[in-house]
């Protein structure tokens, strides 16, 4: 132990006070902690940060120690005993105000950087959302803030919802925060691929547009708020059923939709000509110049078909903003074209949009967009068969406050125990396409997980559905529905 100066102050070797905190404090000799702090990697023990000096000499960081000053704070509920006794005053309550956040303390976050200023849990890097757009699900409609990701708890917040159709029960659903958005998500999503019906083979079979309202109804009474489409989804017909259901309840729901494959392209090989015809039932001549077309589907993220395909959208959807636009499936060269994220940034000034993200199909692609742009949120593949996700991607994800959504947590279907090796499919079905191999693996695995499910007393989509949901980087797994019945099998875990 060394000495220093004549006050008999005694130095005494850093003590590590968590491994969150990283920082040491020195200790005077009259057995007083001094509130002096310093980071890990410091080498000179007890000398002031130089970072936070000079921001405190700029008027931007608490004084020195505030963190260690204790002042008076709200007063507590009076015990039982006190109330019982007739002495219910209210007592005052010591405790750290300052980093609090009480009675005008300043908080001790301000000294890392420019942050917003925290609001109940913890409110942190809120960027301001146009006027135009509505505020977040409970939010008052004149705070301009995006939630953040702590103002919520992630698994255990309540929100109740009352049944659309007017009955006097409230459906109990969980919400999840997704990423730095701050949106309240129910944690299973309704995927809208299989309601876009059976169109030039990009679907999941036929549908019944009338069942598919019902669908979309029922799964907003049973809590769910969360609505992911996209545009080449039976070439906007899914967003037109969605855009349809949800009026009047819009303000109510949050709308994900993609864009980015150019199926209105006119510029096609004079071959498939024929297959155009046959498909449309009419010449290509006689086909509106803005109108969907089959076979035809190409990349492209240019900002203006991102613009022209973000209005289309809109209309088909019947509503005026899009709370997540999402980047379909972008090369893995796209994923940082500055010009893209350009005209996503002003669709956002305009109201146009609350938030964006990409969906992608590799883990590889997600660990490019989270290190290189920083969405709001990624979309990817996820499931008990598919769990590369889980190596460097889902943790590098959370790190960031990406907000996660987990899609084909049922393999296509295959995992719902419901389909074998030999199972035969629609015309237009995009698993008739499949490889027989890996159809033959995915099912027999759909076998051991329905088996384990019987065990367990549940389907195998509700345990395959339960895999994905426990994972606590995911913040909304989007399960693909057409009918009422697995509307309420899927949504049954979380009520």
Not at 4 to 33: I, N, T
Not at 34 to 51: F, K, N, Q, V, Y
Not at 250 to 277: C, E, H, M, S, W
Not at 469 to 486: C, F, H, P, R, Y
Request: net charge positive; proline share 6%; charged share 25%.
């Amino acid at each position: 132990m060394a000495h220093q100066g004549d006050g008999g102050d005694a130095v005494l070797r850093p003590r590590p006070l968590g491994r969150r905190e990283r920082r040491f404090l020195r200790r005077g000799a009259r057995s007083r902690w001094c509130g002096l702090s310093r980071h890990a990697r410091e080498t000179d023990p007890g000398r002031p940060h130089a970072i936070r000096e000079r921001r405190r000499g700029a008027g931007i960081g608490p004084p020195l120690g505030a963190h260690r000053r204790r002042r008076l704070a709200r007063p507590a509920r009076p015990s039982a005993p006190d109330v019982r006794r007739g002495r219910g005053a209210a007592r005052p309550v010591r405790c750290h105000a300052a980093a609090s956040g009480g009675l005008g303390g300043e908080s001790r976050d301000q000294d890392r950087g420019v942050r917003s200023q925290r609001q109940g849990g913890g409110l942190r890097h809120a960027s301001r959302r146009p006027a135009s757009v509505p505020a977040a699900e409970g939010r008052d409609p004149h705070d301009r803030r995006a939630t953040g990701r702590h103002g919520l708890s992630r698994h255990d917040l309540l929100a109740p919802r009352r049944h659309a159709r007017g009955a006097g029960q409230a459906a109990l659903v969980k919400r999840r925060v997704l990423g730095r958005t701050g949106l309240a998500v129910s944690p299973i999503g309704f995927g809208a691929w299989a309601i876009g019906g059976n169109r030039f083979g990009n679907s999941y079979g036929a549908t019944d547009d009338a069942e598919s309202r019902r669908a979309v109804r029922r799964a907003y009474d049973l809590g769910c708020n969360f609505f992911d489409t996209a545009d080449v989804y039976g070439h906007g017909h899914s967003e037109e059923i969605l855009g349809e259901s949800l009026e009047g309840i819009r303000q109510d729901v949050i709308v994900a939709t993609k864009v980015g494959g150019n199926f209105y392209n006119r510029d096609v090989n004079p071959l498939l000509f024929p297959r155009l015809t046959e498909a449309l039932g009419r010449p290509l001549a006689q086909v509106a110049s803005d109108a969907p077309l089959p076979v035809t589907h190409d990349a492209n993220f240019s900002p203006a078909y991102v613009r022209f395909a973000v209005e289309r959208s809109l209309g088909r959807l019947r509503t005026d903003y899009i709370d997540v636009l999402q980047l379909h499936n972008p090369a893995l060269g796209l994923t940082a074209n500055p010009e893209t994220y350009g005209v996503l940034e002003d669709l956002k000034e305009e109201g146009k949009i609350r938030s964006y993200g990409v969906s992608v199909h590799t883990p590889e692609e997600g660990l490019a967009a989270v290190e290189v742009t920083r969405p709001d949120t990624i979309q990817i593949v996820y499931n008990v068969v598919r769990r590369e996700a889980e190596d460097r991607f889902l943790p590098a994800a959370r790190a960031a406050n990406i907000g996660i959504i987990a899609r084909e947590p049922l393999a296509n279907g295959l995992l719902a125990g419901k389909y074998g090796p030999d199972s035969a499919w629609e015309e237009g079905d995009i698993r008739a396409r499949m490889p027989r191999p890996y159809l033959t693996q995915i099912a027999a695995l759909g076998e051991r997980v329905k088996e384990l499910a019987d065990q367990a007393g549940v389907t195998a989509a509700q345990l395959a559905l339960r895999f994905v949901l426990d994972n606590e980087s995911v913040s909304v797994v989007i399960v693909g529905m057409k009918t009422v019945a697995q509307v309420e099998e899927n949504l049954s875990l979380e009520r």
